[in-house]
């Protein structure tokens, strides 16, 4: 019998979800050594409470919905967006907080859409802008890096103590404070030179943050080679973000932050490589996904310019997951066959 001759392009073997997902937990660890480094082990606890929650949510909701538990479970899809949330969560948080957050996350942001594939906006970043509207102060109460306590990190016990009930909140305000980009954000009637000497976070506690941003694009690239995702959506974010900041900081720098400062100071690079590229809710062509990064970036910057909350990752990505079916439908590329491309709501009748 003969051959059928198929055009390419052809998958030469599998690439199963379980695999995509181990490469992205596997590009984490750098952030999650980064910031167990500098800003103690609470990073640590909170990846492993919201692990441990998150896959025992998934398999409690399969099983309502009468599904195999074990081949949900071994996509490791539930892990992924557990970690995702716990590396974007303040490395203290309560452990109730973090409850609430996979809560949302797992049963309401992915399964009520009808699971994995099925949800239309990213369920980590779901649950945190959930979260960080519901409790202001929790979210924006971080604990400062180790090179601004005079005791150094605490201790493993110390931390579990901290995060599930063991110390009063104010022992808890003796090592906490706010993030580079909150204190920029309230800084008063200082301009950014006065700001940039005389708050000690951004004086001598910002190189902890640049830290872990290299941390993230040292995970991206490794995500980028084994071609997880395309360079499309990063890139377009990062250079919406970039242009505006170096535009109003070239005019008004005793206002406006510097574009070095917008790209590390807060969650900028996790949300460029792990956030913003999520295949399920993210646009799907090249150009779309160019159009769906740079619209991400730029929301970003004008939430952190004039807005309300100092970084903006979560709500600017929400945003483009709810215009990601519209870019889709005016971005499509043309068929193989076909003179120009099906584009817009234009049908055959």
Do not use: C
């Not at 967006?81 to 949302?104: D, N, S």
């Not at 808890?172 to 000690?200: N, V, Y």
Request: proline share 6%; hydrophobic share 55%; net charge positive.
């Amino acid at each position: 019998m003969a051959l059928i001759r198929v055009t390419s392009p052809h998958v030469h073997k599998a690439n199963r979800t379980a695999d995509v997902m181990r490469l992205v937990l596997l590009a984490t660890l750098p952030a999650l050594l980064a910031m167990t480094f500098f800003f103690g082990w609470g990073t640590l606890i909170n990846v492993i409470w919201a692990s441990l929650l998150a896959v025992g949510m998934e398999a409690a909701i399969i099983r309502l919905r009468k599904r195999p538990v074990m081949f949900y479970l071994r996509d490791y899809s539930a892990v992924v967006t557990a970690i995702l949330l716990a590396l974007a969560l303040p490395p203290f948080a309560p452990w109730w907080l973090t409850l609430v957050g996979v809560f949302v996350a797992i049963v309401i942001a992915k399964h009520l859409y009808g699971g994995l594939g099925q949800n239309p906006f990213n369920p980590a970043m779901v649950a945190y802008a959930l979260l960080l509207v519901s409790f202001p102060v929790m979210m924006t109460r971080w604990n400062m890096p180790t090179v601004l306590l005079d005791n150094g990190a605490l201790g493993l016990f110390d931390s579990i103590a901290v995060i599930f009930g063991g110390l009063e909140p104010a022992q808890i305000d003796q090592f906490t404070g706010a993030t580079p980009l909150d204190a920029f954000k309230h800084r008063g009637g200082l301009t950014s030179e006065e700001a940039w000497r005389q708050i000690d976070v951004l004086a001598n506690g910002i190189g902890a943050w640049h830290a872990v941003s290299a941390a993230y694009v040292m995970g991206g690239i490794f995500l980028l080679n084994r071609k997880v995702f395309t360079w499309h959506i990063p890139l377009a974010m990062l250079a919406a973000m970039t242009v505006p900041s170096i535009l109003l900081f070239g005019f008004d720098p005793d206002s406006y932050a510097d574009p070095f400062f917008h790209l590390t100071a807060g969650g900028t690079m996790m949300g460029a490589f792990f956030i913003a590229t999520d295949p399920v809710t993210a646009a799907s062509s090249n150009k779309g996904k160019l159009f769906y990064g740079a619209g991400i970036g730029l929301l970003i910057f004008v939430i952190r310019s004039w807005g309300n909350y100092p970084d903006a990752v979560a709500f600017a990505v929400l945003l483009m997951n709810l215009a990601a079916p519209f870019i889709d439908l005016y971005t499509q590329p043309r068929s193989y066959g076909h003179t120009q491309a099906k584009r817009g709501l234009k049908g055959d009748s």
